[in-house]
């Protein structure tokens, strides 16, 4: 038997083995799984506040080419694993049948963006470039519980072991790869690493050692984490995500993200600075409703450090908190106004008073990436009237990183999957990158 190592039990990971299981090729390996979270509720899908959410699309979560047909049976096999039972037998009509899932009598959240004419047209003719896809939420909390349900059912193969609390420090690329962790030294004859983005220290020592394996990165997404009554997205809840892209006065491009209906605006706390981010539970509702407004900055020479960039606005927003772990709160009115806010309008925070401060976001942001976040917003209000409320909330910074690009065809033996790869960046796109990966499809 080969002995196989996979680093992370992440998303990817998850699909990794779900493919090895499903090719037949499982009975090959002796796997062991490192995971540096103390036991299986500490790795990131059960210990950050993940909202959840499994979409089937072309147009966003990664930059691979994942056919429709492997995305709908990632969402099966999660729905499958979070207690869902599908109550359509034919599977003639995917769609249909994986929104027929029910869990105690309720149907799975499912949203679908811009598959109907009019509301892509309302859209297009603004400006936006709006992004078709199927949303399938599952909610932090039942997120929770289907981490649990898949740790139980990969613990059941007696030839795949869990290492916790074990962190992986080192890789030596060899004829056989050497690992080094805190707990010791291991060989292995094939390695898979999916330590998604918290395993970016891991991720650079191997960039540093090997960096023939990596393509240079130019990018980084800065921007805020928007708030708003939730009567004003409502009409655009069937949709779950209003998923588009608008090209900015400025000339960048400008995106929205991640928005959660009912949700929670939470903080987002790195090593030695804090941003921000969202998230909903299924049973748990607010009334307010969160996305992110990001700005795509891409540098050329001799700037080589995009991520520099974002980590020093981030801190920069700390700074102005007063804390390492606070952000800046502004009313959207306020912001462009370009003052400090004092007191909430009409719309109240969902974050926690303690972490943030009433402040003003101008004072971090650079003038071509404020333009762009007031023309964004501004321009989204001409379609879904009340986005540019004077009291809607806006936090800084949100920042989302884009790691160098790994290059998988170098290494024999060696599989780099998932968001520490450089080219996904949801569930989706990284459980469908593990899984064809170990189906043995070139991705
Ligand atoms: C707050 C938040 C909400 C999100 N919500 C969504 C959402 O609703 N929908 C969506 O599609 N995406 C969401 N994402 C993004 C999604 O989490 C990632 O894209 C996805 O989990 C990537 O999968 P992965 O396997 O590459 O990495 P991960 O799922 O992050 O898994 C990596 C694992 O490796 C472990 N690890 C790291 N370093 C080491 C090491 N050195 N040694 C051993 N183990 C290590 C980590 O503990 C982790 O468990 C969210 C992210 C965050 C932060």
Redesign the pocket.
Known sequence: MKKLAI???????IGFMQGLIESGRIDQYEITV????KDHTH???SG????????ISKGM?GELDIPIEVQQRIVEFYLTHSGYIPQMKEKAKMIDYLKSFEKDGKKIEFGESFCDEESYRNFYDKGFEPIKSYFFHLGTDVLRETNDNLFAYFSSFKNIQFYFD????DIELSQKHKIYTNKGEFVFDEVVI??????H??MDRIKEKYPHLVKENYYVDIGIRYELPNHVMERFFDMYEVKVRYKARTGYMCRLF?QNPSGKV?L?KYEDFTTV?G?SDTYHKTENTNFAVLVTTRFTEPFKDPTGYGKNLAKLANILAGDQEKIILQTYGDFKEYRRTKRFGRVYPTLNNDSFILGDANLVFPSKIRESLVDFIDRLDDVIKGVAYFDNLLYAVEVKFYSNKFNNDIVENLHVI???SGW?????Y?TSMGYMRALAISV
């Open positions: 680093v992370g039990f992440g998303a990817a990971a490192f995971e540096k979270g790795n990131t899908i950050v506040r993940m909202d959840g959410k499994i979409f979560g074990t962190t992986v420090e999916a330590v998604g983005r918290s395993g220290k891991l991640c939470a987002e981010n998230y998932g968001d520490c996904t960046r949801s569930i989706q990284a």
